[in-house]
């Protein structure tokens, strides 16, 4: 069993950075594929980045170059770094893990969900 809490989501303006963090709770984390979702009003939940058990990585194309995810298993602790916020990033963040380490796009493949943090960037 794991348990997911975002944190560090906020009001940021546009070109603003802003860091998210997920604490986990439980040994599944380090040998599961986490991710970070994103869902905005009346859009479906979307894969943003992705890190794999051993830090392979995957990006949205509308965040390559802009955010960076990255993951401390000492910690247990997941995180997204968001340079260069454009309007267009405002949604709520969701991290999410997997049981297996395996990336994918799809919601229904992830296990484990944290109660998300909202992430508004003013333009």
């Known amino acids: 069993q794991v348990q997911l809490v975002e944190s560090g989501g906020g009001l940021v303006q546009a070109g603003g950075s802003l860091r998210v963090s997920c604490a986990a709770s439980g040994r599944t984390f380090r040998s599961s594929a986490v991710g970070w979702f994103r869902q905005a009003p009346g859009k479906e939940r979307e894969l943003v980045a992705a890190?794999?058990?051993?830090?392979?990585?995957y990006y949205a194309d509308s965040v390559k170059g802009r955010f960076t995810i990255s993951r401390d298993n000492a910690k247990n602790t997941l995180y997204l770094q968001m340079n260069t916020l454009k309007a267009e990033d405002t949604a709520v963040y969701y991290c999410?893990?997997?049981?297996?380490?395996?990336?994918?796009?799809?919601?229904?493949?992830?296990?484990?969900w944290g109660q998300g943090t909202q992430v508004t960037v003013s333009s």
């Open positions: 890190i794999s058990r051993g830090g392979s990585t």
């Open positions: 999410a893990a997997s049981k297996l380490n395996t990336i994918s796009g799809y919601p229904d493949d992830y296990d484990y």
